[in-house]
């Protein structure tokens, strides 16, 4: 399974971003597909992730501004990110873990950066 994520970029607080991972290979063996992030200095966090069977989590920081979403086709994986705030300021990867396996698979990081 190969992640490729992009969207990142700079924004104003308040202001709003959308990151997106595109799935490819064995895209069959997937069962949940989720961000985290990764701010200097601090330990990799969980911030969203949906299932196959649509099911989403989040993480209590980002609830209510943050939304994971999927295509049908399980290709593409967005994570519309509304009201941004400094401290979402990151590195953020998307995530595949194997339904049977739980093996992870991780793709390279998008920095987004929300400052005035």
């Known amino acids: 399974v190969q992640l490729q994520a992009s969207g990142g970029g700079l924004v104003q607080p308040g202001g709003s971003l959308t990151l997106s991972c595109a799935v490819s290979?064995?895209?069959?063996?997937?069962?949940?597909i989720g961000w985290h992030r990764q701010a200097p200095g601090k330990a990799r966090e969980f911030v969203a992730a949906?299932?196959?069977?649509?099911?989403?989590n989040y993480a209590d920081s980002v609830k209510g501004r943050f939304t994971i979403s999927k295509d049908t086709a399980w290709s593409t994986v967005s994570l519309q990110m509304n009201d941004l705030k400094p401290e979402d300021s990151a590195v953020y990867y998307c995530?595949?873990?194997?339904?049977?396996?739980?093996?992870?698979?991780w793709g390279q990081g998008t920095q987004v950066t929300v400052s005035s």
């Open positions: 995530k595949a873990r194997a339904a049977v396996t739980f093996e992870d698979f």
């Open positions: 290979g064995n895209i069959d063996s997937i069962n949940t």
């Open positions: 949906i299932t196959r069977g649509i099911i989403r």
